[in-house]
């Protein structure tokens, strides 16, 4: 077996500069994805498991891009001064990187939770040729809710918020356009108020591209957020994004299932043009 090339390196974003590693498929690719992934401490829980998931789809004759949105990771930036439609510029820059890195390949776009709900945005006009979403919120005000919750479950159990306090009061806080520290990233109302009408945007029903929802919980198809167009896994408790003891978990059906779907996008694409 070929050894896989990773290629870590910059791109320029206005005055910051984004992160990326280019994982590459040995003697050339049939398709590439591009990775977004999930927000703060979710992308240092899920970072291996994201790492092995690029390096899955290299050796599977896929390429693979993984990038730190602004404010995050070893990208530059402030985070406070994020919001969801400058890290949907992110994911939009790092998709054209990949396109002049392979050109005339297919391109997929893949987002895992907050990466999830930037990807399917990024897809609505752009001419990617598919796209896979792992456990997308239903939106992003829906999204940062459940971090909220998180929060208010770790301050009052560890005693560092004080005076006992509600998912409300911290909602009051950032409205009223104080910082608030929450899992070690400064959230503003900027960043808030960005989320108030972020809302998962599924593909329409027209739109003849390949694209699939994978929940990660098991969930019956009733609960499916895009009947007919959804996949239900059961990945190991607790998820690995929200924790990092467990450093392998067993996702061999997933990645198999997810790395036949990026392939599979390349050939529609590819059965299109001949």
Do not use: I
Not at 29 to 46: I, K, M, N, Q
Not at 104 to 116: C, E, F, M, N
Not at 265 to 273: C, I, K, N, P, S
Request: proline share 5%; net charge neutral.
């Amino acid at each position: 077996m070929q050894a896989l090339t990773e290629s870590p390196g910059f791109l320029t974003q206005g005055e910051d500069s984004l992160y990326f590693v280019h994982h590459r498929a040995p003697g050339g690719c049939r398709a590439a994805v591009l990775l977004a992934g999930p927000l703060g401490l979710e992308r240092a829980h899920a970072y291996v498991v994201w790492t092995r998931w690029a390096r899955h789809l290299a050796s599977q004759g896929v390429d693979a891009l993984r990038l730190d949105y602004r404010g995050c990771g070893e990208s530059t930036g402030r985070f406070e001064d994020m919001t969801f439609q400058r890290w949907e510029e992110d994911v939009r820059a790092g998709l054209e990187h990949l396109r002049r890195e392979r050109p005339g390949v297919p391109v997929v776009l893949h987002g895992l939770r907050l990466g999830a709900l930037l990807a399917a945005r990024v897809f609505q006009t752009d001419r990617a040729d598919g796209l896979l979403l792992w456990d997308p919120p239903e939106s992003g005000r829906a999204h940062l809710m459940e971090v909220l919750r998180r929060k208010v479950a770790a301050d009052n159990l560890e005693g560092t918020g004080g005076v006992v306090r509600s998912r409300e009061d911290y909602v009051a806080q950032l409205e009223a356009g104080g910082f608030m520290e929450v899992e070690g990233f400064a959230w503003s109302r900027g960043l808030w108020r960005s989320a108030e009408a972020y809302d998962l945007a599924l593909p329409v029903r027209d739109d003849a591209r390949p694209w699939r929802v994978v929940h990660l919980d098991g969930r019956p198809a009733e609960r499916f957020l895009a009947p007919g167009r959804s996949r239900s896994v059961r990945t190991p408790r607790p998820f690995f994004w929200t924790t990092s003891n467990r450093l392998l978990p067993d996702l061999g059906e997933l990645f198999d299932d997810s790395a036949a779907f990026a392939a599979g996008a390349a050939d529609v694409r590819e059965g299109a043009r001949s």
